[in-house]
């Protein structure tokens, strides 16, 4: 309990840093552009495209949002949660996996996904 109240007050720390100095989450190097930090209109235009959502298997009655309160509100029971415990086991089974992350990455955890423990016996 102690680990995740520090974790927690560390996180605050970081995350109001990042907002008074208006830096990008996932590449602390950069600077916010807009109100999302990212110019996402290129990516909105192309995934409501018709042809594009018919490829994609999505309604014709559905819309590509940057951000999505419903989606954030569904995914939030997930945020904090150590889910390493059931890595080794995805691999362990066949799995195909690709982890992605940069070291400026502020959101994503990149120093736990070098951890050796983890990935070595499966490269």
Known sequence: MQEQFLFFILSSVCLLHLLICKLQYYDIRKKCLGDL???FSNVETLL???KVKSALGVGSDLDYVS???TVYN????????NLEV???ALL???IKVLVYAGEYDLICNWLGEHNPFIWNKFV
Not at 74 to 81: E, R, V
């Open 67 to 69: 951000c999505s309160a």
């Open 92 to 94: 362990e089974d066949g």
């Open 86 to 88: 059931g890595i080794p």
């Open 48 to 50: 409501n495209l018709q």
């Open 37 to 39: 930090c990212y110019n």
């Open 74 to 81: 569904a995914m939030i029971q997930d945020w904090m949660k």
